[in-house]
């Protein structure tokens, strides 16, 4: 019986991370889940999180001061930057990158990765 119950949780977990269209924070996770089930714990959604990421399903996102993010490693892969909303602090996929920033870098240094994180207000803040 509790096994069916944990299963039901990871999956609803699982389900909201890969429709979501953009990386949430574990308390996101847990709000939405909790408009699928009666109760859910922070700790379980931990566990169902870690569970994907041992699985390779998602990926981390780190954001100064803030909470982590995950998104599908599907997604992560395919080379992208985010958004910051201050104001919700939601965080949000930007499609397209820059480039050419190599330019920047002072001379004998090579470049093998940036990370770009935009900040402000969304359309709906
Ligand atoms: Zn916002
Ligand atoms: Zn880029």
Do not use: W
């Amino acid at each position: 019986m509790k096994e069916t119950r944990n299963t039901k949780q990871f999956e609803t977990i699982r389900s909201i991370i890969t429709n979501a269209g953009r990386p949430l924070s574990i308390d996101e996770m847990q709000k939405s889940a909790l408009e699928e089930l009666d109760s859910i714990g922070l700790r379980t959604v931990y566990r169902a999180v870690r569970r994907m990421e041992e699985m390779d399903e998602i990926q981390s996102i780190k954001v100064q001061g803030r909470a982590d993010r995950y998104e599908l490693s599907s997604i992560a892969s395919s080379h992208h930057h985010h958004f910051h909303c201050t104001a919700c602090d939601r965080l949000f996929d930007i499609h397209g990158c820059p480039g050419g920033l190599s330019d920047l870098l002072p001379k004998g240094f090579q470049m093998d990765n940036h990370d770009i994180l935009l900040t402000g207000t969304c359309d709906t803040c």
